[in-house]
């Protein structure tokens, strides 16, 4: 528990590769491939519905602040360890630090989606490069 | 009045006193909120502001749909208003838990209890 994740130098790692165009219709369609892709491994049902909701809010950041990306990519690497799950748009972005985050009690409904994230996931990291798109890359450890 | 596109359903009932209740079946997502968020919309701009809001039968809800439920108190409580919400799904109920709208909304096990708390 709490080891990082290995790297594919370490241990076979499956890759699946999803492109969806940066539009809200298109959203349920990432959380329920990457949701099959968790269901490959041994995550609780718990665990599968706390990806499913991660990679929604990521690729809802995108389509809300990522201004002129035409598509979204979410790319999975299953391993023994777990899934780490990386979302990449190429739009204008705000960096989601920028975000307004909030505090428990906060009725404001900015900063939900990147609070959420940071709740469910195990790490998170994000690259923001300004005019060049956001990476948001996260991990969700298996248990062992 | 009821509503349905692929992934949300919403139904509105009248109930007892000024209360409606919003029932809402299905997903809600950035793409299915929007029609969450005019139909509650609808309902205080008819000057209803006591509401419950029925989740029992969601499967799935994110950022954008607890942003449309603040939004949806606010606008009643600047009218002395009040929104109350049903949900027993653990997984639904624990979105609300760790980002701390529990504090912020009243959720009941039934609509019946949501109700009476409001009146």
Known sequence: MNQPLPTTDEVEVDVVDLRIPCKAEWVALARLSVAAVA??????????EDIKLAVAEACTNAIQHAHG???????????SGGLRLSVRDYGRG????????????????????VFLIRSLMDEVDYDVHPDQGTL???VKRLEV | MERTTLDIKVNVREAQGDCYIVELSGEIDVYTSPKVKDAIG????RGVYNLVIDLEKVRYIDSTGLGVLIGGLKRVREHGGSVNLVCTNPQIRKIFDITGLVKIFGIFENEDAAMKALV
Not at chain 1, 39 to 48: A, C, M, P
Not at chain 1, 69 to 79: D, H, L, N, R, V
Not at chain 1, 96 to 104: A, D, K, T, V, W
Not at chain 2, 42 to 45: A, M, V
């Open chain 1, 39 to 48: 269901s490959r491994l041994n995550f609780s049902i718990d665990e599968i």
């Open chain 1, 69 to 79: 990306s035409p598509y979204i990519e979410i790319k999975c690497e299953a391993a």
């Open chain 1, 94 to 113: 705000t960096h989601p630090e920028h975000i307004r985050s909030r505090e428990l009690n906060d009725e404001r409904v900015g900063g939900l989606g």
């Open chain 1, 136 to 138: 948001l890359v996260m």
């Open chain 2, 42 to 45: 609808d309902l205080i701009d």
